[in-house]
């Protein structure tokens, strides 16, 4: 139990050009999701929080506009990179939440951008 | 400002050679802490939740234990296979559900 994927798992894009990465929570209803992005040999660094149907909480220096989320249901959340740029380049990763307080996390989404 | 430190860092180990990594942590109000693995390239897999000092868990060779102030993660005979970056990660009464996580310490066991 407790299954969260990611789609794509990977990705390569323009710059200047949008990306939109899914987060599933598959067996259970997701109350809350969250968006992590993670550098090489760092921790995981806290984007945002979303809970179903509510505009999503960023952390201070999250540029809002540029990262869009969306927690349409209970167990679908989406992070869109707008007008992305080669520094935008990492590793971004999800997590869900039944309302309990363990977090279950996905597998990772790999974006590059040239 | 709550916070989360591990150490060592990296630890290699040959394997059947046990040891311990440690979290320690400063928040206001521990409302969880919490022990993740993660291989290279994947997302962070839930191992332990711990709420209370005392309170001890395990998982075949892995065993969590939680003071007020720190927690161990034990690894008794190591194998290859459980080489990976160990987190630790706390979640503050004030905080709401998000995770404080530490740096993680990269653990490579060797035959």
């Known amino acids: 139990g407790a299954v969260v994927s990611q789609h794509p798992s990977w990705v390569i894009c323009k710059s200047g050009t949008s990306v939109k990465i899914e987060c599933r929570s598959l067996?259970?209803?997701?109350?809350?999701m969250f968006w992590y992005r993670q550098f090489p040999k760092q921790s995981l660094m806290l984007m945002a929080t979303?809970?179903?149907?509510?505009?999503?909480?960023?952390e201070q220096g999250v540029e809002k506009d540029k990262f869009l989320i969306n927690h349409a249901s209970l167990t679908l959340s989406t992070l869109t990179v707008t007008s992305a740029h080669p520094e935008d380049s990492s590793f971004y990763i999800c997590?869900?939440?039944?309302?309990?307080?363990?977090?279950?996390f996905g597998p990772g989404t790999r974006l590059t951008v040239l | 400002e709550d916070q989360v430190t591990q150490s060592p860092e990296a630890l290699r180990l040959q394997e059947g050679e046990s040891s311990s990594l440690n979290c320690s942590y400063t928040?206001?109000?521990?409302?969880?802490l919490f022990w993740y693995r993660q291989d290279p390239g994947k997302g962070p897999e839930f191992l332990f939740t711990?709420?209370?000092a005392g309170e001890e868990k395990e998982k075949e060779r892995l065993k969590a234990t939680l003071t007020k102030k720190e927690s161990f993660l034990h690894i008794t005979a190591p194998k290859p296979e459980d080489s990976a970056t160990y987190l630790c990660?706390?979640?503050?009464?004030?905080?709401?559900?998000?995770?404080?996580f530490g740096k993680g310490t990269t653990l490579s066991v060797s035959s």
């Open positions: 997590s869900a939440t039944s309302g309990l307080d363990t977090q279950y």
């Open positions: 067996d259970f209803q997701a109350t809350t």
């Open positions: 979303s809970n179903e149907g509510s505009k999503a909480t960023y």
């Open positions: 928040v206001s109000g521990l409302r969880g």
């Open positions: 711990l709420y209370s």
């Open positions: 990660a706390v979640q503050a009464n004030q905080a709401g559900t998000a995770l404080i």
